[in-house]
């Protein structure tokens, strides 16, 4: 924020001084990883069950997704948290 001089008609307080800015950049930039990764994590798990055969394989990459989708949710919030 600028600063005013002594003098001017700025307001008596900033919305800055009531609002964390940091704590909502922090939250838009969780939240916005977090719709970009459900959504690459959705498109694998769909093509996986439209091009792979019934099958072990075809169990197993799924079930690496879901792991990894977890564990990235768990790491966001984990980091969120902290930051906050």
């Known amino acids: 924020m600028a600063e005013h001089a002594p003098g001017?008609?700025?307001?008596a307080h900033w919305l800055g001084d009531w609002i964390d800015v940091k704590a909502i950049q922090a939250l838009t930039h969780h939240t916005s990883a977090v719709v970009a990764a459900v959504a690459l994590f959705w498109l694998v798990g769909f093509v996986t069950q439209r091009?792979?055969?019934?099958?072990?394989?075809?169990?197993?990459?799924l079930l690496v997704d879901e792991f990894v989708l977890l564990c990235l949710f768990i790491y966001f919030a984990y980091e969120?948290?902290?930051y906050l």
């Open 80 to 82: 969120l948290f902290t």
């Open 51 to 61: 091009l792979m055969p019934d099958g072990t394989m075809r169990r197993c990459v």
């Open 8 to 11: 001017s008609s700025a307001p």
